[in-house]
Nanobody
Framework: VQLQACGGGLVQAGGSLRLSCAASGTISSINRMGWYRQTPGKQRELVATITRDSITNDADSVKGRFTISRDNAKNTVYLQMNSLKPEDTAVYYC???????????????WGQGTQVTVSS
């Protein structure tokens, strides 16, 4: 399974960006999808996750500003980021927990990361 993320870039504070991440390969179902971010010298941190039933979990730092969503038919997860702040600057990684064959143990996959830079 490969995850292809896109949508990062440079934006001014207060602006918006939309990230997307599509999975391809042998996929029976995708359980949890999520976005994480990382800055130099720090651990990767949770931004938001969404279950197959669209139950979401957002980090406190992004509540009310970021919205995660998914399209199960397209095996794609999105992250709409509004009211961006300089502290949101990071490399954003998508993650998916994929079941290749029904009844088997799901496996976790990561995308390649996409840079988001918010200028003040």
């Amino acid at each position: 399974v490969q995850l292809q993320a896109c949508g990062g870039g440079l934006v001014q504070a207060g602006g918006s960006l939309r990230l997307s991440c599509a999975a391809s390969g042998t996929i029976s179902s995708i359980n949890r999808m999520g976005w994480y971010r990382q800055t130099p010298g720090k651990q990767r941190e949770l931004v938001a996750t969404i279950t197959r039933d669209s139950i979401t979990n957002d980090a406190d730092s992004v509540k009310g500003r970021f919205t995660i969503s998914r399209d199960n038919a397209k095996n794609t997860v999105y992250l709409q980021m509004n009211s961006l702040k300089p502290e949101d600057t990071a490399v954003y990684y998508c993650n998916m927990v994929v079941q290749h064959i029904p009844g088997t143990v799901p496996l976790s996959y990561w995308g390649q990361g996409t840079q988001v830079t918010v200028s003040s």
